[in-house]
Protein backbone atom coordinates (compact mmCIF):
# COMPACT_ATOMS: atom_id res chain seq x y z
CA UNK A 1 0.00 0.00 0.00
CA UNK A 2 1.40 3.27 -0.99
CA UNK A 3 0.00 6.64 0.97
CA UNK A 4 2.06 9.93 -0.65
CA UNK A 5 2.64 12.65 1.84
CA UNK A 6 2.84 16.19 0.52
CA UNK A 7 4.35 18.54 1.76
CA UNK A 8 6.21 22.14 1.37
CA UNK A 9 3.50 24.21 0.11
CA UNK A 10 3.12 27.95 1.23
CA UNK A 11 2.55 31.44 0.35
CA UNK A 12 4.98 33.11 -2.44
CA UNK A 13 5.04 36.13 -4.50
CA UNK A 14 5.18 36.11 -8.04
CA UNK A 15 8.67 34.99 -9.53
CA UNK A 16 9.73 33.43 -6.28
CA UNK A 17 10.31 29.51 -5.61
CA UNK A 18 9.14 27.17 -3.66
CA UNK A 19 9.79 22.58 -3.41
CA UNK A 20 7.34 20.72 -2.44
CA UNK A 21 7.81 17.03 -1.70
CA UNK A 22 5.98 14.01 -1.53
CA UNK A 23 7.01 10.81 0.99
CA UNK A 24 5.53 7.39 0.39
CA UNK A 25 5.79 4.43 2.50
CA UNK A 26 6.08 1.84 0.56
CA UNK A 27 9.32 -0.22 0.36
CA UNK A 28 8.65 -0.91 -2.92
CA UNK A 29 8.20 2.93 -3.82
CA UNK A 30 11.36 2.58 -7.21
CA UNK A 31 8.59 0.49 -8.76
CA UNK A 32 6.00 3.40 -8.77
CA UNK A 33 5.21 6.00 -11.49
CA UNK A 34 5.00 9.55 -9.62
CA UNK A 35 3.36 12.57 -10.77
CA UNK A 36 1.67 15.83 -9.69
CA UNK A 37 -1.14 17.00 -10.77
CA UNK A 38 -3.08 20.45 -9.22
CA UNK A 39 -6.28 21.83 -8.83
CA UNK A 40 -7.53 25.81 -8.91
CA UNK A 41 -10.97 26.34 -7.44
CA UNK A 42 -13.50 25.99 -9.60
CA UNK A 43 -11.06 23.66 -12.21
CA UNK A 44 -10.39 20.35 -13.29
CA UNK A 45 -7.54 18.58 -11.59
CA UNK A 46 -4.75 18.80 -14.17
CA UNK A 47 -1.49 17.08 -14.98
CA UNK A 48 1.43 19.09 -13.74
CA UNK A 49 4.42 16.64 -14.35
CA UNK A 50 5.49 13.20 -13.90
CA UNK A 51 8.25 10.65 -12.93
CA UNK A 52 9.57 7.54 -14.30
CA UNK A 53 10.12 4.24 -11.34
CA UNK A 54 14.32 5.31 -12.16
CA UNK A 55 13.83 8.80 -13.22
CA UNK A 56 14.61 8.39 -16.39
CA UNK A 57 11.89 9.65 -17.96
CA UNK A 58 10.33 13.09 -17.42
CA UNK A 59 7.22 14.75 -18.49
CA UNK A 60 5.91 17.98 -18.15
CA UNK A 61 2.77 20.19 -18.82
CA UNK A 62 3.37 22.73 -21.41
CA UNK A 63 2.28 25.51 -18.64
CA UNK A 64 5.19 24.31 -16.72
CA UNK A 65 8.21 23.45 -19.11
CA UNK A 66 11.58 25.61 -18.02
CA UNK A 67 10.12 26.10 -15.02
CA UNK A 68 9.02 23.09 -12.88
CA UNK A 69 11.64 20.31 -12.15
CA UNK A 70 10.30 17.02 -10.88
CA UNK A 71 13.01 14.39 -9.36
CA UNK A 72 13.27 11.35 -6.84
CA UNK A 73 15.27 9.64 -4.62
CA UNK A 74 14.11 6.22 -4.21
CA UNK A 75 16.75 5.38 -1.17
CA UNK A 76 14.59 8.13 0.66
CA UNK A 77 11.46 6.96 -0.87
CA UNK A 78 10.71 10.56 -1.86
CA UNK A 79 9.70 12.93 -4.79
CA UNK A 80 10.54 16.31 -5.34
CA UNK A 81 8.99 19.22 -7.58
CA UNK A 82 11.05 22.13 -7.91
CA UNK A 83 9.08 25.10 -9.27
CA UNK A 84 10.89 28.38 -9.76
CA UNK A 85 9.18 31.73 -11.28
CA UNK A 86 6.48 31.14 -10.04
CA UNK A 87 3.24 33.20 -11.45
CA UNK A 88 -0.37 33.55 -9.86
CA UNK A 89 -2.01 31.27 -12.14
CA UNK A 90 0.31 28.38 -10.47
CA UNK A 91 -1.97 28.74 -7.44
CA UNK A 92 -3.55 25.41 -6.99
CA UNK A 93 -3.98 22.56 -4.02
CA UNK A 94 -0.87 20.50 -5.45
CA UNK A 95 -1.13 16.89 -5.23
CA UNK A 96 1.53 13.86 -5.50
CA UNK A 97 -0.11 10.57 -7.01
CA UNK A 98 1.22 6.76 -7.66
CA UNK A 99 0.95 4.16 -9.76
CA UNK A 100 3.05 0.67 -10.14
CA UNK A 101 4.82 0.99 -13.14
CA UNK A 102 3.31 3.92 -14.66
CA UNK A 103 4.24 7.63 -15.26
CA UNK A 104 1.36 9.16 -17.89
CA UNK A 105 -0.17 12.34 -17.34
CA UNK A 106 -4.18 10.76 -17.28
CA UNK A 107 -5.30 11.12 -13.41
CA UNK A 108 -7.55 8.42 -13.75
CA UNK A 109 -4.55 5.88 -14.05
CA UNK A 110 -3.59 6.42 -10.47
CA UNK A 111 -4.48 4.41 -7.65
CA UNK A 112 -2.82 5.96 -4.56
CA UNK A 113 -3.42 9.92 -4.03
CA UNK A 114 -1.67 12.58 -1.01
CA UNK A 115 -3.73 15.02 1.11
CA UNK A 116 -2.64 17.62 -1.07
CA UNK A 117 -0.47 20.95 -0.22
CA UNK A 118 -1.50 24.48 -0.97
CA UNK A 119 0.53 26.65 -3.24
CA UNK A 120 -0.52 30.26 -3.62
CA UNK A 121 1.31 33.21 -5.73
CA UNK A 122 0.66 36.34 -5.24
CA UNK A 123 0.96 39.13 -7.58
Known amino acids: QVQPVESGGGLVQAGGSLRLSCAAS????????MAWFRQAPGKEREFVAA????????NYADSVKGRFTISRDNAERTMYLQMNSLKPEDTAVYYC????????????????WGQGTQVTVSS
Open 51 to 58: ISWNGGVK
Open 97 to 112: AAQYLYNGDNPANYNY
Open 26 to 33: TRTFSNYG
